[in-house]
C-alpha cells in the first residue's frame, strides 16, 4: 500500500498557473496508475485526471482537457497536475488517488485504493 502526500494548492486569480504534486510512499509506487479527483464544497468528488503506471495513458475529465496536464516520474515516486488558465469553478480540495492496476485511467473513485489529505486550490475571478 503506498501513501500518498499532496502539495502544491494555494490561492490564486483566474487566468493563472499552479502545479500539484503527490508524493508517495511505500512499496512499488510504479506498478500504481495514479489520478488527480477534486471536491468542491456541496458536491461529490470529480474526476480530473488519470495516467497508467508507466504513463503511457492519460484520461482528462472534459471540464479541464487542454488546461490540465497529469504526468509523473516513477524515479521520484512523484505525480503531478499542471494546471494552467485557471477558472473560479476549478476551486475545490484536490485530491490525489493510486489504483493498484497498473493499466487503467478509470474514472471511478471505488477503483483507487488509497488517498492523499489533499491540497485546498482557490481561484479568485
Known amino acids: 500500500q503506498v501513501q500518498l502526500v499532496e502539495s502544491g494548492g494555494g490561492l490564486v486569480q483566474a487566468g493563472d498557473s499552479l502545479r500539484l504534486s503527490c508524493a508517495a510512499s511505500g512499496r512499488a509506487f510504479s506498478s500504481y496508475s495514479m489520478a488527480w479527483f477534486r471536491q468542491a464544497p456541496g458536491l461529490e468528488r470529480e474526476f480530473v485526471a488519470a495516467?497508467?503506471?508507466?504513463?503511457?495513458?492519460?484520461s482528462y475529465a472534459d471540464s479541464v482537457k487542454g488546461r490540465f496536464t497529469i504526468s509523473r516520474v516513477n524515479a521520484k515516486n512523484t505525480v503531478y497536475l499542471q494546471m494552467n488558465n485557471l477558472k473560479a469553478e476549478d476551486t475545490a480540495v484536490y485530491y490525489c488517488?493510486?489504483?493498484?492496476?497498473?493499466?487503467?485511467?478509470?474514472?471511478?473513485?471505488?477503483?483507487?485504493?488509497?488517498w492523499g489529505q489533499g491540497t485546498q486550490v482557490t481561484v479568485s475571478s
Open positions: 488517488a493510486a489504483n493498484p492496476t497498473w493499466d487503467s485511467t478509470t474514472r471511478d473513485p471505488i477503483d483507487y485504493k488509497a
Open positions: 495516467i497508467t503506471s508507466i504513463g503511457g495513458r492519460t
